[in-house]
């Protein structure tokens, strides 16, 4: 692999952070474990799902060895009840870059969510809290209407927010019918305006994973399987049986809803983890759009070496002591 030369600022000491995203199953969380111990920082997560308490195994959280191993923070921390945000993500990992900057040790904020890196390196447009009544009055409308008439009824109020969304995407459906009622403004009217200055507005060190097409669907096939093994079916069922609201971000994590219903014998285990598996290959598609597009002046690396990409990346000038 040849050297890594991220974009990057020159300062005393360790780096503040290193950023390191990539599509799910392409080896992230085994190339920050392998970064913190040649720098001694601590591993962050930037992942949607792996904040969720219950949902440990299907979202490839960290095992009790590998968080021995290092310092981890904001994994596991947030109830699946909860409708967390990356607002709520961004006040959360504040404190955590305070911590990093005050030890010299390095945050390594790693996962595959591009809008939680998109939002701390260039900042999120300050949309008001959405009272929890606004909420659960518009996830009602939703279960009435469907997501067709939930369109219907955006385009009815907030056309300019209606015309850059489908019908097919009841999440900015909700979200954008949630902020015209409570504030009585456009999603995109707020969108559209300044948002305040980044979390972190100078990145030291910036990577992202580039698998081979192939070799990703490999792993994320023999990663469902182990997840499996892992006890990923007990999971499912035990966070479907929870009952929560299924417009809840958590209720979108891949493998939930087939392998729950596969314990309770509505279909076969082999048929849930194909599907499982199919979902998680169009997730990773739409990961690498994101991350080509939105990130494309990031570091590129290969990750069959995870060893080889951690002494690239632990040797850039910034973060060697």
Not at 90 to 108: K, Y
Not at 126 to 144: G, L
Request: hydrophobic share 45%.
């Amino acid at each position: 692999m040849q050297e890594f030369r991220g974009p990057g600022r020159r300062g005393e000491g360790r780096a503040r952070a290193i950023l390191i995203a990539g599509p799910t199953a392409s080896g992230k969380s085994a190339l920050a474990l392998a970064v913190a111990a040649r720098t001694g920082g601590f591993v962050v997560n930037a992942d949607a799902m792996q904040v969720y308490r219950e949902l440990k195994v299907l979202t490839a959280r960290p095992s009790p060895e590998e968080e021995s191993r290092a310092a981890h923070r904001l994994y596991g921390h947030v109830a699946g009840a909860q409708a967390y945000s990356v607002a709520r993500w961004l006040a959360d990992l504040a404190p955590v870059l305070v911590e990093a900057a005050e030890s010299g040790r390095p945050a390594i904020i790693v996962g595959g969510t591009g809008l939680y890196f998109e939002a701390l390196t260039r900042g999120l447009a300050m949309v008001p809290e959405i009272p929890d009544a606004v909420r659960e009055k518009i996830r009602q409308q939703a279960a009435c209407l469907g997501p067709v008439g939930l369109h219907a009824r955006l385009a009815a109020r907030d056309p300019a927010s209606a015309a850059r969304l489908r019908d097919s995407d009841p999440q900015r459906l909700m979200r954008a019918l949630e902020v015209f009622e409570a504030t009585g403004r456009s999603l995109t009217e707020w969108q559209a305006e300044p948002p305040p200055p980044p979390l972190l507005p100078d990145p030291t060190v910036r990577v992202v994973i580039a698998p081979d097409r192939a070799w990703l669907h490999q792993r994320i096939a023999e990663r469902f399987e182990a997840m499996v093994a892992a006890g990923g079916v007990e999971e499912a069922a035990a966070f479907a049986a929870l009952g929560l609201d299924p417009a809840l971000p958590a209720m979108r994590a891949i493998g939930v809803a087939p392998l729950a219903a596969a314990a309770r014998g509505e279909v076969a285990l082999e048929e849930a983890i194909r599907r499982s598996v199919v979902d998680t290959r169009r997730y990773a598609k739409r990961q690498e759009t994101w991350l080509r597009n939105r990130m494309g002046d990031w570091g590129r690396i290969e990750p069959r070496n995870i060893a080889e990409a951690a002494a690239s990346i632990s040797q850039h000038p910034e973060i060697a002591p």
